[in-house]
């Protein structure tokens, strides 16, 4: 995944009214890269399986609790068609950085705290309109 991303922009406001913006890069996995990363993830849970094998009484609980887990993995990775890139951004009340951390999932509108003045922003794709 060298790719740059579609950038998605977003508006940032916090309680008081002020406001910001940025722009977030969007990574769009096609099924091959979706199957990748879910095979990734699931072998690894499966390779905890083979290891705690050899572990006397816990093996009882964790080797089915792994293997069952690499399914689950999986699944969850599978369905996840996107990722957000790492991004920062300032605090439109004390401009402060921010970073927007890297992941497969945001629920909108998306809520930080920043870390200086504490105060609550919310974060929200300027136009939710997607294909
Ligand atoms: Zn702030």
Same mark, same amino acid.
């Given at each position: 995944?060298?790719? /740059?991303? &579609?950038? #998605? *922009?977003?508006?940032? =406001? =916090?309680?008081? +009214?002020?406001? +910001? *913006? /940025?722009?977030?890069?969007?990574? !769009?996995?096609?099924?091959?890269?979706? @199957?990748? %990363? $879910?095979?990734?993830?699931?072998?690894?849970?499966? +390779?905890? $399986?083979?290891? &705690?094998?050899?572990?006397?009484?816990?093996?009882?609980?964790?080797?089915?609790?792994?293997?069952?887990? +690499?399914?689950?993995?999986?699944?969850?990775?599978?369905? @996840?068609?996107?990722?957000?890139?790492?991004?920062?951004?300032?605090?439109?009340?004390?401009?402060?950085?921010?970073?927007? #951390? *890297?992941?497969?999932?945001?629920?909108?509108?998306?809520?930080?705290?920043?870390?200086?003045?504490?105060? /609550?922003?919310?974060? /929200?794709?300027? *136009? !939710?309109? %997607?294909?």
């Amino acid at each position: 995944m060298s790719e /740059m991303g &579609t950038p #998605l *922009s977003i508006h940032i =406001e =916090e309680l008081s +009214g002020r406001t +910001g *913006s /940025m722009e977030v890069a969007v990574l !769009q996995l096609n099924v091959q890269e979706r @199957r990748k %990363r $879910a095979a990734k993830a699931a072998g690894i849970s499966w +390779g905890l $399986a083979f290891v &705690t094998l050899f572990f006397p009484i816990v093996h009882f609980v964790l080797v089915p609790l792994f293997l069952i887990g +690499g399914f689950v993995i999986f699944y969850i990775l599978y369905r @996840r068609d996107r990722i957000y890139l790492e991004r920062a951004y300032s605090c439109p009340k004390c401009a402060a950085p921010i970073v927007f #951390l *890297s992941r497969s999932e945001v629920s909108w509108p998306h809520e930080e705290i920043c870390p200086k003045c504490r105060t /609550m922003l919310r974060l /929200m794709p300027i *136009s !939710q309109a %997607r294909s």
